[in-house]
């Protein structure tokens, strides 16, 4: 393993204030979204955010594509090992904010009611993934700490599907089908990207057919109104098994857009949050389930068998990452105005945790 | 104990005593309020002018102009007896056809263009020339019926046909017994002028105005085509006139009567077909099968009837029965135009009306009782014998000029024989 030293980011970065490779300023972004959004200087108002919108689920599934080419990523050790202990802690947070939300329901306006399961679900799903931008130099071994943490967002990602196909089809066995059906046009897409790739020699062509292959898996998953982090994922892991060109194609590409696509994520993110008592109330409690079931997922992924995982592994599990904001923006689109309120939840819950990983750094570096 | 364990305790306990104190509050409702600071990226885009709207108007009215023409006709009100020129929009729905809606006591007099005119709704179609070609003009369905549209208007000037913008606050979808479709009901105060075409300002036509009992409406566009196609097919309905008066079936008078609905009949002319038949008091339920709810659908029914055989269902003292009342045939009624007046003398000035018949040539001038004919053709003080040898000589169809006195008032008016 490589030094602490090395890895440990500075602390404008830990604060999510700064930009370097593989990360972005979560922090910094969604506060000047929310500055700039209808109830701060009201640069972006409804109308357009309305316009931005489209643009939301192709960003989301980039998000995807990029996490399923790391899963897949050549040379990586223990990649099951950490993939079963990162779901673990990203079950179990997970459940303690799910649990915590639903539980705190009905004393809350708007959030009460049959729908109440459905919020506190997609919370749990979006406190659950700690998972950032995931890195694009295929040489760099990273301490297993943040590869396990860029890891957690696999499983809550599939999970998170079916919560929003539950969405459109109150038996489980309808909401299979149509959770199957959406998987296999992302495959179809993936398949067809993959065929097209392979065949073209120009990088403009290539460029064009990558693009195109992005805005089809998240347009198709916004059209069913499904998870655009599921299909992208899944696309990714497609083009991540076959390899070849279509990866390094889509990889390049994609990695290419994903700063400006997440940035127009994070800034609508911020836009779209807005401040009551309750909001607070249940985002104060967000953060302090999530900070627990990470620290207890931790606890626990460090005592089940595999690899050797360092002490602090709780403290690098604490940073939100962006996949969380993602997907609470991606169900909060999918579920209606409703949902507003939880989205607003999911981003003053990802502003807190980042400051509460500021401060709960890695021992190392304090040393 | 290690620091992972102690961080983690101190994580659930926080998490805990946070739910623990959460769960003791009940937050409200509270409402999301307004934003103080104006949007910027608005402010930046050039602000909309009124040179920009008139603009916008100018394009549509020339877009539009195919679709209507004016008719420059004279107007018979029913209320005053008057005639008024006026120039009409008339909304073209063939290259050879128009509509026109008028006020529902007013007539247009416009015998030669005319083809087919219905007393009750005032639509009447009238020939077009065929010179200019119909734009294809879709039919407006709103989106949303409550919420405010911003309409065009035409208005009628001696140099032709404008636009201008009309706020429509709400509208409100209602029924008239004298449109065969919907209608739309506006705010009372909305500036809308009977006859005025409607269009959206993307250039659809939303309907015609007019009025209704309760106040302003929009005929949409595609129940007053149908209508006026149904007239152009079946021609103006002669209509009826029973020679009786009726009035609103009250509560008071339905609890008397032992009737739900219809109308009371309030006057019966002795003289007229339905004397022994109808008696003052029945309530008239339904005629030919067809209920009778009120006295605007029973006018519209004798407006509208086309034959001469009625089957009325009466209430008569609390008892049902049923009524049949036939009809001078209108040839025959036409034949037995009389003058309808009765007269005295008044020495040195004319003759002044004591009576006028309902249904006479008299009362279709609209001659009042306590006028005084100074002149009949070129006759100055005319006795009542000279007046009723005037009318007499004159030829069926044919029509005698007098001279009238009304209060202060001096006119002329036509008897038509």
Same mark, same amino acid.
């Given at each position: ?88 802690? &990203? ?38 993934? &700690? ?123 994609? &990695? ?112 | ?8 305790? $101190? ?120 010179? $200019? ?210 007269? $005295? ?28 004919? $100074? ?43």
């Amino acid at each position: 393993m490589m030094p602490a030293t090395q890895w440990d980011p500075p602390w404008h970065a830990r604060l999510g204030l700064s930009w370097s490779t593989g990360t972005v300023p979560v922090l910094l972004i969604l506060i000047l979204g929310s500055a700039l959004g209808p109830h701060g200087l009201a640069v972006l108002t409804p109308e357009v955010l309305r316009v931005v919108d489209p643009a939301i689920p192709v960003a989301v599934a980039a998000l995807g594509i990029l996490a399923g080419l790391e899963f897949t990523r050549p040379a990586a050790p223990h990649r099951w090992v950490l993939l079963g202990k990162a779901s673990l802690q &990203s079950l179990l947070t997970g459940a303690f904010v799910a649990l915590g939300v639903r539980f705190l329901a009905p004393r809350l306006p708007g959030v009460d009611g049959p729908e109440a399961w459905i919020v506190a679900l997609v919370a749990g799903v979006a406190a659950s993934m &700690s998972a950032s931008l995931p890195s694009v130099d295929p040489d760099r071994l990273r301490p297993l700490a943040i590869r396990l943490r860029d890891l957690d967002a696999i499983v809550p990602a599939f999970g998170g599907a079916v919560v929003l196909a539950s969405l459109h089809a109150p038996f489980p066995l309808a909401s299979m089908t149509l959770l199957a059906q959406a998987a296999l046009l992302a495959l179809v897409i993936s398949g067809a990207a993959w065929l097209l790739l392979a065949d073209t020699t120009p990088s403009t062509e290539q460029r064009v057919f990558s693009v195109a292959a992005l805005l089809l898996v998240g347009g198709i998953a916004d059209y069913l109104s499904l998870s655009a982090l599921a299909s992208g994922l899944l696309a990714g892991l497609f083009w991540g098994v076959v390899g070849g060109v279509a990866r390094d194609c889509i990889e390049r590409d994609v &990695s290419y857009l994903r700063h400006p696509l997440v940035v127009l994520m994070l800034l609508t993110a911020g836009a779209r949050t807005t401040l009551s008592p309750s909001i607070l109330a249940l985002a104060l409690a967000y953060l302090a389930l999530r900070a627990a079931g990470k620290l207890a997922g931790a606890w626990l992924a460090r005592r089940t068998p595999g690899a050797r995982l360092p002490d602090d592994l709780g403290s690098s599990l604490l940073p939100p990452g962006v996949f969380g904001v993602a997907f609470a923006l991606n169900a909060t689109a999918m579920i209606g105005p409703s949902a507003a309120p939880l989205l607003a939840v999911v981003v003053l819950g990802t502003i807190g945790s980042q400051l509460t990983a500021a401060m709960l750094r890695p021992r190392e570096r304090r040393e | 104990m290690s620091r992972e364990t102690r961080q983690l305790l $101190t994580a659930a306990l926080l998490a805990l005593v946070s739910l623990w104190v959460l769960a003791r509050i009940r937050f409200p409702d509270q409402q999301t309020s307004p934003n103080p600071l104006p949007a910027l990226l608005p402010q930046l885009a050039p602000a909309p002018r009124f040179a920009n709207l008139a603009g916008e108007i100018g394009d549509l009215q020339k877009r539009l102009s195919g679709s209507w023409l004016v008719v420059t006709a004279s107007l018979w009100s029913g209320q005053t007896g008057e005639m008024t020129r006026r120039a009409l929009p008339a909304l073209r729905f063939r290259s050879d056809v128009a509509l026109v809606l008028v006020s529902g006591g007013e007539r247009l007099s416009l015998a030669e263009d005319v083809i087919a005119a219905d007393r009750p709704t005032g639509l009447t179609v009238v020939r077009a020339d065929t010179g $200019t070609q119909n734009p294809a003009v879709t039919q407006w369905a709103p989106p949303d019926l409550d919420g405010p549209h911003y309409l065009m208007a035409t208005a009628t000037t001696p140099a032709g046909v404008s636009l201008r913008p009309v706020l429509v606050g709400s509208l409100h979808q209602t029924r008239s017994s004298a449109w065969s479709g919907p209608i739309w009901a506006v705010p009372a105060g909305t500036d809308l002028e009977t006859g005025s075409i409607l269009f959206t300002t993307s250039g659809e036509l939303a309907g015609v105005a007019t009025r209704e009992a309760n106040g302003p409406v929009i005929v949409p566009g595609g129940v007053v085509i149908a209508d006026a196609t149904r007239l152009m097919q079946l021609g103006s309905p002669p209509g009826a006139d029973l020679r009786i008066d009726v009035q609103p079936l009250t509560d008071a008078l339905a609890r008397a009567t032992g009737s739900v609905a219809g109308v009371v009949v309030a006057w019966v002319d002795p003289a007229g077909p339905s004397a022994r038949q109808l008696m003052i008091g029945d309530v008239i339920e339904s005629l030919n099968g067809r209920t009778v709810a009120n006295v605007r659908e029973w006018d519209v029914l004798m407006m509208r009837l086309s034959v001469t055989t009625l089957d009325l269902r009466v209430r008569r003292r609390g008892q049902p029965a049923d009524v049949r009342v036939t009809l001078p045939s209108p040839e025959a009624s036409a034949s037995a135009a009389s003058l309808g007046l009765v007269l $005295t003398s008044v020495p040195g000035v004319g003759a002044a009306v004591v009576e006028v018949e309902r249904g006479s040539a008299a009362d279709a001038a609209r001659l009042r009782t306590g006028d005084i004919i $100074t002149a009949v053709g070129g006759l100055r003080t005319p006795t009542p014998a000279q007046v009723r040898n005037a009318f007499a000589a004159a030829a069926p169809g044919g029509a005698i000029i007098l001279a009238l006195t009304r209060g202060d008032t001096h006119r002329v008016d036509a008897l038509v024989k």
